[in-house]
């Protein structure tokens, strides 16, 4: 079974940049997330989809962030413009069921964003 | 809301020692209760979780008990292997039940 693919790995963009990263969940799962991690401390939810519907954006910077399911199945997640608080590794990871943390979830391997 | 605080590392031990890694949480209610764990150059994995009081998780000769009374999840093994050697995470759901909050993590680093 494929893994949760994530796109690019690394990049590195001058502050007031815009950025895209892609998500590919594992085929059939209904909810995925975006985390942002930033070194040395844990993942931060920053948007969760059930299917193609936000179920949770609280955390995310709406000023500057936005994210997208289309079909309910992969995602991107967009920064404009970028700062240089928003350097981090950007994980994606999906479940299978909705509605519930009880079930596992699948981890990219993250991205890794640069801002200068 | 909920949250999380997470043993501060690095946990430097020997092969075959024992491990210890406390998790305490506040919590509305009794949130289900998760480690995760990523190991060098890969993805964070579920390691084990509990998802009632006086549960235990376990996997890979790693245990937690959820103890309400305590709010604590502490991460034990036994003796550890160089191979256990990576970042361990500990997760209580969030108050809706939706989704995790990870604490700041716990770099175990296991010499031979």
């Known amino acids: 079974e494929a893994g949760v693919a994530q796109s690019p790995r690394y990049k590195i963009i001058e502050k007031r940049q815009s950025v895209a990263f892609w998500c590919n969940p594992i085929?059939?799962?209904?909810?995925l997330y975006w985390y942002q991690q930033i070194l040395g401390q844990g993942p931060k939810l920053l948007i969760q989809?059930?299917?193609?519907?936000?179920?949770?954006d609280s955390q995310l910077p709406k000023d500057r962030f936005s994210a997208e399911r289309l079909k309910g199945v992969d995602s991107t997640l967009k920064i404009q413009p970028a700062k240089l608080e928003d350097s981090a590794v950007y994980l994606c990871?999906?479940?299978?069921?909705?509605?519930?943390?009880?079930?596992?979830?699948?981890f990219g391997p993250g991205t890794r964003l640069t801002v200068t | 809301g909920n949250s999380v605080t997470q043993m501060e590392g690095p946990v430097t031990l020997s092969e075959e020692a024992f491990l210890t890694i406390n998790c305490t949480y506040t919590?509305?209610?009794?949130?289900?209760l998760f480690w995760y764990v990523q190991y060098p150059g890969e993805g964070l994995q579920l390691l084990l979780k509990?998802?009632?009081?006086?549960d235990k998780g376990s996997n890979k000769g790693f245990e937690a008990t959820y103890r309400k009374e305590t709010t604590s999840f502490h991460l034990e093994k036994g003796s550890v292997q160089v191979s256990d050697s990576a970042v361990y995470f500990c997760?209580?759901?969030?108050?809706?039940?939706?989704?995790?909050?990870f604490g700041k993590g716990t770099t175990l680093s296991v010499s031979s």
């Open positions: 990871a999906s479940s299978l069921e909705a509605g519930s943390s009880n079930y596992e979830q699948y």
């Open positions: 085929s059939g799962h209904a909810t």
């Open positions: 989809f059930q299917n193609n519907g936000v179920v949770d």
């Open positions: 919590a509305t209610g009794y949130p289900s």
């Open positions: 509990a998802t009632k009081a006086d």
């Open positions: 997760a209580p759901a969030n108050q809706a039940g939706t989704a995790l909050i």
